[in-house]
């Protein structure tokens, strides 16, 4: 009798492959390398063939982007992913050691080594295309298949990386082109919560959660799946399980919406705190001024995300938008560069914000969401500096003291909270 990773039993004949991936903490040492060989190995006992992803071992992409941060602080991008990509090359090697060690049969390779082919945007390249024929080759063989997580090669035969927390992508894209039955992201939770554990203890696991609801998660800062995963996995309609390297569980399954699956107004609470506000004031109330205000600042590269827009008085508005806490100081120079041009009557930022987002696909047929968001906010008097909404969501820019405050207090107003039983 065989059992899949959840406990189902399969047909005897049947012999599913599932890519899994471990994430940097779940390989941060040699004990957990091993304990994550072991595990592998139970599943390969249970008649499953295996193709692994895995991440650098926890910390070690930081301590390399630091080294090159020491001799530049524009260190050339081709040469930063020949360095950032070799965090995971370690972990692959050690991983087959520790299976080879327990009688396992494995095989590590680079994404180079198995054609994991993007395009050449170093630092943030997308898979074009992957040759599963090695890999199929080895799983014949009853090997397991280690990849190298976060990293490809494009047409040129260039090393290039993913993107933080790329890993993820690695092993939706595997699981895609193998057309395995599951893929499984192994991290330090147990599945996909409510918000941030480690915000809010009294944080819910999700048994599901669909893809366009994971999606609008991720993008709005939750940093469990790389956005790029869930939209691969969503695309390809991969089953995208988040289980964890430590605990038995089922985790949580991602997947596409069913019917009565979930009856919750909301799913999740996201954060993002890595963004800032600018602000331009007094600027002519006509035609052609935000494209004045914002084209500059996107042929600088700059990515932008909340854009608000007061109402006019005196002939005058005021225009105030959000960008990514790193670029904030390049932006505030730019503002302040088309201030005069603009006779703008002032300029003014601000890094210490925070977005806090309300997600569900139960939005679309529910009124007064926004509402109860707002009351519970005020109940803490925590003032809203920026407000967006969409079909899914709700988000609201505070001062980033109130991030705590804030997703705890949206959390008992949704009631998100475990059932108090089961904590
Ligand atoms: P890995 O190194 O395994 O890729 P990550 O640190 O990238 O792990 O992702 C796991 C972390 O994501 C958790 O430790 C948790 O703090 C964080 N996280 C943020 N939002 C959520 C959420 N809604 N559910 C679960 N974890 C979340
Ligand atoms: N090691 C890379 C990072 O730290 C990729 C990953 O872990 O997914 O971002
Ligand atoms: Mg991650």
């Known amino acids: 009798m065989k059992i899949n990773a959840i406990g189902e039993t399969l047909q005897e004949e049947f012999m599913a492959l599932i890519v899994q991936k471990y994430g940097g903490t779940s390989v941060g040492t040699i004990e957990r390398i091993e304990s994550v060989a072991a595990k592998i190995k139970k599943y390969q006992d249970e008649g499953n063939q295996l193709v692994v992803a895995v991440s650098a071992m926890s910390g070690e992409t930081n301590r390399l982007i630091a080294l090159a941060e020491q001799i530049s602080e524009r260190p050339d991008r081709r040469e930063m992913d020949v360095l950032v990509s070799t965090g995971e090359q370690v972990t692959i090697a ?209 990515e932008i995300d909340m854009i608000v827009q007061n109402v006019g008085s005196d002939d005058t508005t005021d225009f105030t938008f959000t960008v990514h806490r790193s670029e904030y100081a390049k932006a505030l120079e730019i503002l302040r560069g088309i201030a005069g041009e603009l006779e703008a009557r002032e300029v003014k930022g601000d890094d210490s914000i925070v977005k806090i987002s309300l997600v569900g696909v139960g939005m679309r047929s529910h009124a007064g969401i ?39 207090c949206l959390h008992q107003a949704f009631q998100l909270d475990a059932d108090p039983v089961s904590v």
């Open 94 to 302: 050690l991983l087959c050691m520790a299976l080879h060690k327990i009688g396992c049969k494995a095989r590590s390779y680079t994404g180079g080594q198995v054609r994991i082919l993007t395009d050449s945007a170093h630092s943030k390249a997308r898979i074009q295309s992957i040759d599963g024929e090695k890999i199929r080759e080895d799983l014949q063989n009853n090997r397991v298949v280690v990849v190298a997580g976060f990293q490809g090669v494009d047409e040129e035969g260039n090393i290039t990386t993913l993107g933080r927390g790329g890993s993820d992508t690695t092993a939706v894209a595997l699981a895609t082109a193998l057309k395995a039955e599951e893929c499984q992201i192994f991290t330090d939770v147990d599945g996909v919560y409510t918000t941030d554990p480690r915000i809010e203890p009294r944080a819910r696991r999700l048994d599901r959660i669909t893809f366009e609801e994971m999606l609008e998660l991720a993008s709005l800062g939750s940093k469990v799946l790389q956005i790029r995963a869930v939209e691969f996995a969503g695309k390809y309609n991969v089953p995208l399980r988040v289980l964890s390297s430590f605990e038995e569980g089922q985790g949580t399954l991602i997947t596409t919406e069913e019917e009565g699956m979930e009856e919750a107004k909301i799913s999740g609470i996201a954060f993002n705190k890595d963004e800032a506000k600018l602000t331009i004031r007094g600027v002519p109330d006509q035609p052609g001024v935000a494209y004045k205000i914002l084209g500059p600042i996107s042929d600088a590269n700059i």
């Open 370 to 408: 926004a509402s109860t968001m707002f009351a519970a906010l005020a109940k803490e008097a925590i003032n809203i500096q920026m407000i967006s909404t969409s079909e899914i969501k709700v988000s609201v820019v505070v001062d980033e003291k109130y991030l705590e405050l804030g997703v705890r």
